[in-house]
């Protein structure tokens, strides 16, 4: 089984692996910021990302996958045609509504929790080990998914500004929440 590290230290996102399995871990990021929605700067969030990557001792040992204002559909899609071992999503939520997408007509959709546990149960099964939620109030989400995964982040806050872009939830991952930053 593999453990996965996930933290983000001065503004740079470090995903490590902590046993020797063979072969490329696949991170799928898949980002959403709806029209009607503040602007985020997911740009600069996915630049520290794949930077943090490219600095990485194991880098050759990932390979990150990208996809853009990501709607319902494409949600499923990404996933069913990159085969993640990791999946992070960056953008908004709201705690009971849930993560916020665009449908095929451009309205705002909500992708709540138990939807989201039912689809992670299936890919689970495919590989999927780890789910990163970088969206404000996605808490009840990572809760929800993490009946089937078995590594998963959320936020319990509303985190405003340049602290969505690498929110302090992720540094303290490896202390699995005892150290009262963490969910």
């Not at 063979?22 to 740009?43: E, F, H, M, Y």
């Amino acid at each position: 089984m593999v453990l996965v590290i996930v933290r983000a230290y001065r503004n740079h996102y470090i995903y490590s692996v902590m046993n020797n399995k063979a072969g490329v871990q696949t991170i799928l990021l898949l980002a959403a910021n709806p029209r009607d929605t503040s602007k985020l700067q997911l740009d600069v969030e996915v630049r520290e990302i794949d930077e943090g990557l490219q600095r990485a001792n194991k880098r050759e040992q990932f390979k990150l996958e990208q996809k853009w204002a990501v709607r319902s559909r494409d949600f499923y899609r990404a996933i069913l045609d990159t085969r993640p071992q990791i999946v992070h999503f960056c953008g908004h939520g709201t705690a009971e509504d849930g993560i916020i997408l665009e449908n095929e007509m451009k309205q705002t959709v909500y992708v709540q929790a138990d939807a989201l546990a039912s689809m992670f149960k299936l890919f689970a099964k495919k590989g999927v080990e780890c789910v990163v939620l970088n969206a404000c109030y996605s808490e009840v989400q990572a809760k929800a998914i993490s009946q089937h995964v078995k590594y998963v982040i959320g936020m319990n806050k509303s985190v405003g500004g340049s602290c969505c872009l690498c929110c302090g939830i992720l540094r303290c991952f490896r202390c699995w929440g005892r150290c009262g930053v963490c969910l």
